[in-house]
């Protein structure tokens, strides 16, 4: 149906990636990342949105904190998207993300977005087909408004797990105490309709795609935070910055 | 150049319009509006965007306060936009303008707008023409947005005021105290471009243009707040509203 076939696309590192390698990569991607966005802070021409999506279970939350958490907090937001409240409702469903997009200078990161309003939404029917065909439009012309009138980049993540991992974890977090605050109710029914999910991501990988998804293998932890942070540094390096100097 | 030649429409009423009888309607048309801003905000599906826009001393600031400044402030809200701060300039053009977008129930006045940035942009020559035709195309996009997917209607109105009353209600300004407060030492050197800001908004009327402008005569205050007043009325009513009855 749609031409990314989520089910032909591994959750998982390839046989010749080196785990104790990867992770050694990493810490110097980290350091590396620091000082990028130590330097896009003080140049503050451009910004950066990372928008960061997944089923339930799929590393977002340890996604922010492994790469992200050792940044600087002044030039650094997260913003988790939850169930919209009254007043949100109230308003078009971009109006939530859009007073949340990048200042100049900053990264911002959303965990969940303005997708699950093509996503949980279609998987419940509280949006038909022809809904979702407006939606993605509109979707496509707001990121294209923060791309072309506040330079910002964009990078789009969907943690790609395997139901066998999701369930492995989602098992942790009745057992683990450290974990059991993250247990909803709803996490097994809402697993059960895996299927559904794969086709409505795979509908918006091919029609929000104006800005670019990269899907992240996520059944090993190691390797997502690799690939995140991996792209996140190419991205900033390519910004080619400057400090400014002295002001004049 | 632009299909719609401002010099070639009148700022005044015609002249088979009677003065007192038209503010009779006006008191009339004053007190529907009441009732139809209360039963909007009992109903809550529909909202209201009303954009003001128009050269200085146009009497938008009249405007509000005449029409709408016996309404129910709990459902009014009125958003003066100024030159940006530094943190709107750090976002997008439109962000400061999405964050006041109306919920649903409610009207929003915009006292200018996001209209200023093709227009005292351009004039000055902050603004190129590439970049103008660009934001154009946000712009439609954005209201496309809010009328789509918020139920949204938008009224925008020109206040058309010619340079000879302008030059009147300046020199007002200066010499009245109670008006003192609204002078600004540009006031006429900008009013020295006035063949420039004709042009950027015939060029505007003619490109942001999928919710259509309504020029409002603004030479005389009664004739241009009864036109504006009618508008909104009219709108209202075509919304064809109900009370909710108790809650289920």
Known sequence: MYSIKLNDISTRASKDVDKNETKGKLVSILEELDDLQNLL?????HCLLIVIQGMDASGKDGAVRNVFGK????????KSYKAPTAEELA???????HSHSP???MIQIFNRS??????????????????ARKRMKAINDFEKLLVEHNNTSILKFYLHVSPEEQQK?????????????????????????????????????ENCNDVPWTIVPAD????KEYVIA?????????????????KK
């Open 230 to 246: 991996k792209a996140v540094r190419n991205v900033l390096k390519d910004f080619d910055m400057q400090f400014p100097g002295l």
């Open 71 to 78: 940044l600087n907090p002044q030039g650094v937001m997260v």
């Open 220 to 223: 090993q932890n190691w390797y």
């Open 103 to 105: 200042a100049k200078g």
């Open 91 to 97: 308003h078009d469903f971009l109006w939530r993300v």
């Open 169 to 205: 974890r989602l098992q942790e977090r009745i057992r683990d105490p450290k974990k059991q605050w993250k247990y909803n109710e709803n996490d097994f029914s809402e697993a059960k309709l895996w299927g559904q999910y794969m086709s409505m991501y795979e509908d918006c990988f």
């Open 114 to 131: 303005h997708y699950e309003d093509i996503l949980v939404t279609r998987v419940h029917k509280w949006c038909d087909d022809k809904l």
């Open 41 to 45: 802070y003080a140049e503050s021409k």
